[in-house]
């Protein structure tokens, strides 16, 4: 009996699929063709996560979780089309580049 004692206390403490956590990172949200964004706080919160924002007339949500089911939580919603992470896939525009004059960047007047 106590090797088996032994051998049960030697099993590691954490189960096997367990959640880990990391580094928070943002989240583009799809929703399907159709679907309502209106639950989408609520749905983000429930698999681990926080909404940024939200996107009503297109259908994204821009979601951020540090949890690494949280993609995969998401995806199993019968109204989310796909959940994809944003790290390595974005870039940070500097001010001076942004134009705010409401006109295209590339047009020139002659």
Avoid at 14 to 31: D, E, F, K, M, R
Avoid at 59 to 76: C, I, K, Y
């Amino acid at each position: 009996m106590a090797a088996g004692s032994l051998m049960l206390l030697s099993l590691p403490a954490t189960p096997v699929g367990a959640v880990t956590t990391g580094p928070a990172q943002n989240y583009l949200v799809v929703y399907k063709a159709g679907a309502s964004t209106q639950d989408a706080a609520s749905q983000v919160r429930g698999a681990g996560g926080a909404l940024v924002y939200e996107y009503q007339q297109i259908g994204v949500v821009v979601a951020r979780s540090n949890r690494s089911d949280f993609a995969a939580n998401l995806q199993s919603a019968p109204n989310i089309e796909d959940v994809a992470g944003t790290a390595g896939a974005a870039s940070q525009v500097k001010d001076d580049q942004l134009n705010t004059s409401g006109t295209d960047a590339t047009t020139t007047t002659a």
